[in-house]
């Protein structure tokens, strides 16, 4: 089975629910390598190139509803245009198991959603997303230190295939995996970086380098910053950021 096949048996397997559409949790979602690559595989067989365009060049705009987030690309007058290629976090969202899964930070559909077909308990949702997380283990260094890469938002993803500079290290297997699996070559010439992504891994290089070694207040100072100076990174490294500040006020870290 291929690289789609896999993720779209995935995605069937997940239940349907009672969405309500009201386009009140559409930030640009965290997804794995293979999701952005069957979201890019959907826009580039169902949106012309002009859309695709100007979506894909589109600056990105903070989410005043949800700390850490953008507002979707694809969202329109309240209507996901890719709903059918949405991410797994989308098709996720509202299902109530997520609610007791201790996941931080987690917030919670506003609407009672309810399940309307298929299997929505935390055993499966646990199940599912092991099986996500496989598939992504296959393709490349999955969680590897220091990037953390589990999901990136749509702006991260299109800097990896883009920005000539993103091709260190565990990032040049992913932009490789992405130019394999997907061409948007003709939008290369207009793309400009646009989420500080490797000026943000760098800095995380460094604390990881010096976490052991430097005065707090300098890690403290670097930690604030790789935390609050790149929101249109999205979640990436945010929690992990807030996590280790929190050591580092109760004395866990030097």
Same mark, same amino acid.
């Given at each position: 089975?291929?690289?789609?096949?896999?993720? =779209?048996?995935?995605?069937?397997?997940?239940?349907?629910?009672?969405?309500?559409?009201?386009?009140?949790?559409?930030?640009?979602?965290?997804?794995?390598?293979?999701?952005?690559?069957?979201?890019?595989?959907?826009?580039?067989?169902?949106?012309? /190139?002009?859309?695709?365009?100007?979506?894909?060049?589109?600056?990105?705009?903070?989410?005043?509803?949800?700390?850490?987030?953008?507002?979707?690309?694809?969202?329109?007058?309240?209507?996901?245009?890719?709903?059918?290629?949405?991410?797994?976090?989308?098709?996720?969202?509202?299902?109530?198991?997520?609610?007791?899964?201790?996941?931080? /930070?987690?917030?919670?559909?506003?609407? $009672?959603?309810?399940?309307?077909?298929?299997?929505?308990?935390?055993?499966?949702?646990?199940?599912?997303?092991?099986?996500?997380?496989?598939?992504?283990?296959?393709?490349?260094?999955?969680?590897?230190?220091?990037?953390?890469?589990?999901?990136?938002?749509?702006?991260?993803?299109?800097?990896?295939?883009?920005?000539?500079?993103?091709?260190?290290?565990?990032?040049?297997?992913?932009?490789?995996?992405?130019?394999?699996?997907?061409?948007?070559?003709?939008?290369?010439?207009?793309?400009?970086? $646009?989420?500080?992504? =490797?000026? #943000?891994? /760098? =800095?995380?290089?460094?604390?990881?380098?010096?976490?052991?070694?430097?005065?707090?207040?300098?890690?403290?100072?670097?930690?604030?910053?790789?935390?609050?100076?790149?929101?249109?990174?999205?979640?990436?490294?945010?929690?992990?950021?807030?996590?280790?500040? #929190? /050591?580092?006020?109760?004395?866990?870290?030097?």
């Amino acid at each position: 089975m291929d690289l789609l096949s896999e993720i =779209k048996s995935l995605y069937a397997a997940l239940p349907e629910i009672g969405c309500t559409q009201c386009g009140a949790c559409c930030v640009s979602p965290a997804c794995t390598l293979p999701e952005f690559i069957y979201i890019m595989d959907f826009c580039l067989k169902n949106i012309d /190139d002009r859309g695709l365009s100007r979506f894909l060049l589109a600056s990105p705009r903070i989410h005043g509803g949800h700390e850490g987030n953008l507002h979707c690309i694809f969202l329109d007058s309240g209507r996901c245009l890719i709903h059918p290629g949405r991410a797994g976090a989308c098709r996720l969202f509202g299902v109530p198991a997520l609610d007791n899964m201790g996941i931080a /930070d987690m917030v919670s559909c506003a609407h $009672k959603v309810t399940v309307i077909s298929g299997r929505g308990d935390e055993a499966f949702v646990r199940q599912w997303l092991d099986r996500l997380v496989g598939l992504n283990k296959r393709l490349y260094a999955f969680n590897a230190e220091p990037y953390f890469v589990r999901g990136f938002n749509l702006e991260c993803w299109l800097d990896v295939y883009f920005d000539p500079l993103l091709s260190i290290e565990v990032f040049s297997d992913l932009k490789n995996i992405l130019r394999e699996n997907i061409d948007l070559s003709r939008f290369e010439a207009a793309y400009k970086p $646009k989420t500080g992504l =490797k000026e #943000k891994v /760098d =800095k995380i290089s460094i604390l990881n380098a010096m976490v052991n070694i430097a005065e707090p207040s300098v890690v403290r100072e670097l930690l604030l910053s790789i935390r609050s100076d790149y929101p249109f990174t999205g979640t990436y490294f945010f929690e992990e950021a807030n996590t280790l500040l #929190k /050591d580092l006020d109760q004395g866990g870290l030097p």
